[in-house]
Nanobody, 123 residues
Framework: QVQLVESGGGLVQAGGSLRLSCAASGRTLGRYPMGWFRQAPGKEREFVAGIRWSDGFTTYVDSVKGRFTISRDTAKNTVYLQMNNLKPEDTAVYYC????????????????WGQGTQVTVSS
């Protein structure tokens, strides 16, 4: 089992920044590929960014490219999502996710979820 605990959400004005953290514990052997998803009210959960532990390869949804950066700290077993130039449409609950084999880019590919952290961007 893998436990994922997010932190760092909050309320911020448009144009502001937040950094989310996801601490992984439990069975982290092999360090599963990880990602961030988000879910806004009334919408489906969508992929935001993903990263591989082994080589740091990253991938992003087009709407956050150039604004969000995913990174990892292997010593702390922690993945981060730095979010800059936030927009009201970024408002959502953000979830950390891990998958056994490859970076999850759809909710159905996720094997472990965090509990979620709320990000609210005011205009």
């Amino acid at each position: 089992q893998v436990q994922l605990v997010e932190s760092g959400g909050g309320l911020v004005q448009a144009g502001g920044s937040l950094r989310l953290s996801c601490a992984a514990s439990g069975r982290t052997l092999g360090r599963y590929p990880m990602g961030w998803f988000r879910q806004a009210p009334g919408k489906e959960r969508e992929f935001v960014a993903g990263i591989r532990w082994s080589d740091g390869f990253t991938t992003y949804v087009d709407s956050v490219k150039g604004r969000f950066t995913i990174s990892r700290d292997t010593a702390k077993n922690t993945v981060y999502l730095q979010m800059n130039n936030l927009k009201p449409e970024d408002t959502a609950v953000y979830y950390c996710a891990a998958a056994y084999q490859r970076i999850p880019v759809a909710a159905g590919e996720v094997d472990y979820w965090g509990q979620g952290t709320q990000v609210t961007v005011s205009s």
